[in-house]
């Protein structure tokens, strides 16, 4: 196949001529013919990559669009020129400006903010901060006068002939106002209830959703106000609410019910104070209709059921086994055991099928286990079995396989939920022996319930036995034959469980020697398959997690490089992440190995009780023999300098630490989640060149640069450090190097903050800064007047770390050229160098007083100081 790369070249002629038609723009604005230098720029920006460049260009066209009130425009091409630089003053303040007059006054005010943390003393700064800051405060004491804001939605959704999408704009506010006490009170008492019942007539999704979740707000925490609204709208409706078959709108209606279920309850643990007592009259009353309804609701759709079995799994069960009542766990078994094994059982290919979701039958099953473990005694648990027998058994129907499917599939579902209760339905009679006959059938969905069923029945070893000596032979058929993908990879799983039955005694191997190997190939053959779909290829996980247990498999897999990338590339799928971790414990021998005593070991020979067995090669750390490797597709093997031996930390740091910390940075995600995300990167971009790469790849460098403008004290703080630790890689140090950006200046300023800590981190980064670049050494002393004034207050400080960190800057000045070490010389800084360096080194001050005596030699190399003795 011939493969054409289109490289985009920009030959120098171009770059001149968007130089040239930068100018020519420049000439129009002096003229104000804002719409010809607006072309003019657009123009340029298309013949050009330089970053300076298209900066410039991004932000002179947004000048012209705040002249021609195209203000929209205007925001947009500053913030390109600001993605570009993130301390780009003047891009900031265009944006800013552009914004105030698009009415987004906090985002305004948070850009003009960085323009005054760059340059305190411009005036012009400082009073746009004053102005918005009171027009913000103005504008929220409109927007959050409750009563006000309350009349107007109900104006609004009142009004008939009010436009639909400001119909859908108030009742989305009528959301927030549901959370304030004070607001959700107002909507109960001007008839809000009735009204929000008129919104969900409608059923207009965003109406409905903004009536719900109002509802929810309105009972959150209030006993008096949930009882009411449960009256008023009354259960039956709720439960038509949640069986519609939008996901949202289902799960919002569930939130609303187990809103009102913690509110009657006193689960929400709020306080219920005067009045509000005396409304309850007996909130006890209404709890009892839940566990009556929701039974019900197993007949409705998929959604509305999925959600019928979380309210279930959340609130029948104790959560305190001292509580002696479980008679809600009785009354559903009672009346609701038949369905809910109803569901477990549902076959999705038989056209009778109930309408389910891809969680239904595992939230059934995890229903099943709860209600069984809530039993408190042998009779009720013989109770709940003898349910589950004789539904069974009255599944079992030698004229209708379609019956028989179904009690298996049930089967297979308890064995998912209570497994005791599971594994004593597989001793029925005939279950088995239907299992294995239905591996035997014709009809694919027959087949793919029975291995399926196998795989849940083989964990314990005594069915695995069983199995191995009835079934697997069946298994072998089915996946030679099969083309069916759903089956063939199910019946390899099956296989590899099988094989491992035996866990980590090598005694007790169930197939012969070689065979969990092959089975392990045909794994890693699936896994690594990329034209295979990724729901199919973590099927090969499952198998994995299972096969790692021995040890030849797990030798093979820390070396298939290949096979590991493509297992870590599944990983965005959550569902794997059990079988992936289940595998990377296996592989590093990370389970917990039981204390073997010589003592009893003899005891068990004596009396002839099996004694587990060792693999040959468990002794020797299956850990240790991992490859390094980047995650990355297609890269090379890493030469990383990480003290680990493994391959697996430096693995999950690439891809599992390293992705999600950068998505945590975000304005969006409350300050602790941002400064968490920003220790972790500081962490990890002090360990190698190879993850600060990694860091840059992932585009967080912006919003690294972003949060050390921030007031809040620890998060610039946070990012303050990790950019010290990111400075040592050149491809950041280039970033500091290019004309246009104040990078520097925000480092040289933040040396100068009153936080020891940010000094300190601040001062690091600058100290490797000019260490790495005399040019860097020379654009110091031009971003600030400040400058020298802050290198004597770090030279000078309290904290030692600091003040050797100015010291080593100042050295790092002195070295760079001696012109410029003649502007210190001339300066106080000469004073405090030398009575630093007068200084006794001891153990705490030696690495200061050295570095301040280095730099008097290069003062005394240059002349311009003597040696005194």
Known sequence: MLIIIVIHYFPPQQKEDAVRLKEEGNKYFESQNYEEASRSYSQALKLTKDKTLLATL????????LKMES??????????????????????????????QL?????????????ATLEPKNRNFQETLRRLNSSIQEKLHVQFSTDSRVQKMFEILLDENSETEKREKAANNLIVLGREDAGAERIFQNNG???????LDTKKPELVLAAVRTLSGMCNGHQARAMAILHLIQMDRICGWMAVEEEEISLAVCGLLQTIIDALSGEDKREHRGKEEAL???????????????????????QGRDQALNLLNKNIPRKDLAIHDNSPTIYVIENGLRKILKVVGQVPEQPSCLPLTDNTRMLASILLNKLYDDLRCDPERDHFRKICEEYITGKFDPQNMDKNVHA?????????????????????????????ALCGSDREQDQLVAVEALIHASTKLSRATFIITNGVSLLKEIYKTTKNEKIKIRTLVGLCKLGSAGGTDYGLRQFAEGSTEKLAKQCRKWLCNANIDARTRRWAVEGLAYL??????????????????AMFQLTSDKTILYSVATTLVNCTNSYDVKEVIPELVQLAKFSKQHVPEEHPKVSAHIARKCPRTDLNPGSPASNSHSPSTSAFPCLLQVYEVVRPLVRLLDTQRDGLQNYEALLGLTNLSGRSDKLRQKIIKEKALPDIENYMFENHDQLRQAAT?????????????????????????????????????VQNAAAGALAMLTAAHKKLCHKMTQVTPQWLEILQRLCLHDRLSVQHRGIVIAYNLLAADQELGKKLVESELLEILTFVGKQEPDEKRKQVVEAARDCLIKCMDYGFIKPFS
Do not use: H, W
Not at 73 to 95: E, G, T
Not at 193 to 199: F, G, I, K, S, T
Not at 724 to 731: F, L, S
């Open 58 to 65: 991004y932000r002179n066209r947004a000048a012209c669009g």
């Open 71 to 100: 203000y929209i425009q205007a925001a947009s091409d500053a913030s390109k020129a600001i993605d570009i630089n993130a301390s780009d003053i003047k891009a900031l303040f265009r944006r800013c400006q552009a914004l105030e």
């Open 103 to 115: 009415g987004k006054l906090d985002q305004a005010f948070k850009d003009v903010q960085r323009c």
């Open 193 to 199: 209830v009735a009204l929000l019942l008129q919104l």
């Open 280 to 302: 309850v009259l007996d909130p006890a009353q209404s709890l009892p209709q839940l566990p009556l309804l929701l039974p019900q609701l197993i007949r409705v759709s998929g």
């Open 408 to 436: 298996i599939q049930t089967v297979s579902g308890v064995l998912q939920g209570p497994f005791d209760l599971g594994n004593q339905l597989l001793g029925m009679k005939g279950v088995m022996e239907m299992m294995v």
């Open 548 to 565: 790692t247990l021995d040890a030849d498999v797990k030798d093979d897999f820390v070396q298939d490089i290949p096979a590991l990338q």
């Open 721 to 757: 450090e990790c950019m010290c630790n990111m400075v040592v890689n050149k491809e950041v140090q280039e970033r500091f190097l290019a004309d246009g950006n104040d990078r520097l200046k925000l480092v040289v300023l933040l040396c100068g903050e009153d936080d020891d800590k």
